[in-house]
């Protein structure tokens, strides 16, 4: 079998999650069943830490990446661009539900918990859930658009003004010498004042 043959067969096999994504009832949810087949085992073969952690981290890496990889993909092959059957994303949220919150020692329970918490959260697109896909233009980042992992917002460069470019110095001045004055326990009237020095930048460029 040639290379474009098994891609055929391997691209639906795991946007489906092994066909559970075609499922006539909760796909989704179906399809997030795999997300415990990956972290039970993985959590009873190795039960110390923190290597269960970073096995964990691993795998939602893994999901991530295929994810991300046949989105576009996905898009074309179910001529649609919120395909149901694609829920490949419903694994790596109940990944990186257990990888943040976990018992080591007790997969079964964990598991109890975080995969309908998991998916009431992906459900009811629990706050901010919704928002990230609204989220600023200058910020790129992966979030959860159209049940799939997108690039939602492109980085946009903005010119600024030099007001604008020495008021954000200023501000970074500011939060800098904070925390020098504390380091160095310094009383109120001997404690170093940016704002002062901004004034009398301000003076001299008159």
Same mark, same amino acid.
């Given at each position: 079998?040639?290379? %474009?043959?098994?891609?055929?067969?391997? !691209?639906?096999?795991?946007?489906?999650?092994?066909?559970?994504?075609?499922?006539?009832?909760? %796909?989704?949810?179906?399809?997030?069943?795999?997300?415990?087949?990956? +972290?039970?085992?993985?959590?009873?073969?190795?039960?110390? #830490?923190?290597?269960?952690?970073?096995?964990?981290?691993?795998?939602? /890496?893994?999901?991530?990446?295929?994810?991300?990889?046949?989105?576009?993909?996905?898009?074309?092959? +179910?001529?649609?661009?919120?395909?149901?059957?694609?829920?490949?994303?419903?694994?790596?949220?109940? /990944?990186?539900?257990?990888?943040?919150?976990?018992?080591?020692?007790?997969?079964?329970?964990?598991?109890?918990?975080?995969?309908?918490?998991?998916?009431?959260?992906?459900?009811?697109?629990?706050?901010?859930?919704?928002?990230? #896909?609204? /989220?600023?233009?200058?910020?790129?980042?992966?979030?959860?658009?159209?049940?799939?992992?997108?690039?939602?917002?492109?980085?946009?460069? +903005?010119?600024?003004?030099?007001?604008? !470019?020495?008021?954000?110095?200023?501000?970074?001045?500011?939060?800098?010498?904070?925390? /020098?004055?504390? #380091?160095?326990?310094?009383?109120?009237?001997?404690?170093?004042?940016?704002?002062?020095?901004?004034?009398?930048?301000?003076?001299?460029?008159?």
């Amino acid at each position: 079998m040639d290379q %474009p043959a098994r891609r055929q067969i391997l !691209r639906p096999l795991i946007a489906s999650c092994f066909g559970l994504g075609y499922s006539p009832i909760m %796909p989704g949810t179906c399809g997030a069943l795999i997300g415990p087949a990956i +972290y039970i085992p993985l959590a009873l073969l190795v039960p110390s #830490e923190p290597t269960q952690t970073a096995l964990i981290g691993i795998a939602l /890496l893994v999901w991530c990446w295929l994810t991300v990889g046949l989105g576009k993909w996905a898009e074309t092959y +179910y001529q649609k661009k919120d395909s149901q059957v694609f829920v490949t994303d419903e694994v790596a949220g109940f /990944l990186l539900t257990v990888l943040l919150f976990h018992l080591p020692q007790q997969p079964l329970l964990t598991t109890f918990w975080a995969f309908p918490v998991t998916r009431i959260i992906d459900i009811l697109k629990v706050p901010p859930a919704r928002r990230l #896909e609204k /989220l600023p233009a200058g910020w790129g980042a992966l979030a959860e658009s159209n049940d799939t992992l997108t690039l939602v917002r492109k980085p946009i460069w +903005y010119d600024a003004t030099a007001a604008n !470019r020495l008021h954000v110095l200023h501000r970074i001045a500011v939060a800098g010498t904070r925390n /020098l004055n504390r #380091e160095l326990s310094l009383d109120w009237h001997e404690q170093i004042m940016p704002g002062h020095f901004f004034r009398l930048r301000q003076a001299e460029q008159k």
